[in-house]
């Protein structure tokens, strides 16, 4: 597609279970984020990929946030033994090379119940 | 704290008026700038951006002017439409944030017809 595609758009986690969230691209794009936005809130960076490098990842609450970009393109961000606090909208975003603008996708929802 | 803020929470305008959203930066380093709009369920949108070379930018109803002496950024939206109504947040690129943008809290724009 032509924006950045995320999956799935909703999802209900029970406190405790594993979820993974998927990324896909603007195609050709080397910088991906991964930002997290509670309600009322702006976006807060969690991490970025260049390629299939992951250069910052201080964003990343806990050790049970994890993501990965192994092939450069789509990207998984896995929360473990998922809590109350981390429901949030989990944006994606992607940019071309070199450059500072970043383009969103319509967001994963999670709520953890 | 965020080095990136909003100087009011919610603006409220009529059909046709025009819009000023602003923003206050703390990083006197930041260096590029940009504007976002989100609707409801939906991810941040780029409007414009702006880098620290300029003072003035605009593009199609849209006006952003930085006044980098004393660290402000504003978004003129000319003869406001009903479908402008969303959030609209300023980010900054900080070199102390490295690839990050960091997001302002968000101005909540109501436009009645």
């Known amino acids: 597609g032509a924006g950045v595609s995320q999956s799935p758009r909703y999802k209900v986690a029970k406190r405790g279970q594993d979820v993974a969230l998927r990324c896909d691209p603007i195609?050709?794009?080397?910088?991906l984020f991964w930002y997290q936005q509670a309600l009322g809130q702006g976006p807060e960076f969690l991490t970025y990929f260049q390629n299939e490098a992951q250069l910052d990842k201080s964003g990343l609450p806990s050790d049970r946030f994890f993501a990965e970009r192994p092939e450069g393109s789509v990207s998984t961000l896995k929360i473990q033994r998922t809590q109350q606090e981390d429901s949030a909208v989990y944006l994606c975003?992607?940019?071309?090379?070199?450059?500072?603008?970043?383009?969103f996708g319509e967001g994963s929802w999670l709520t953890v119940v | 704290g965020e080095s990136v803020g909003l100087h009011l929470p919610t603006l409220s305008v009529q059909e046709g008026d025009n819009s000023i959203i602003n923003c206050a930066y703390s990083n006197s380093a930041s260096d590029y700038f940009i504007w976002y709009k989100q609707e409801s369920g939906k991810g941040p949108q780029f409007i414009i951006d702006?880098?620290?070379?300029?003072d003035k930018r605009q593009g199609q109803r849209v006006t952003v002017l930085l006044n980098k002496t004393v660290k402000h950024l504003s978004l003129q939206i000319a003869a406001t439409q009903p479908g402008d109504s969303a959030v609209y947040f300023c980010?900054?690129?900080?070199?102390?944030?490295?690839?990050?943008?960091?997001f302002g809290k968000g101005t909540t724009l109501s436009v009645s017809s």
């Open positions: 980010a900054e690129n900080s070199p102390q944030a490295g690839t990050a943008l960091i």
């Open positions: 702006i880098r620290s070379n300029m």
């Open positions: 195609s050709g794009h080397v910088s």
């Open positions: 975003a992607s940019g071309p090379r070199r450059a500072d603008t970043i383009y």
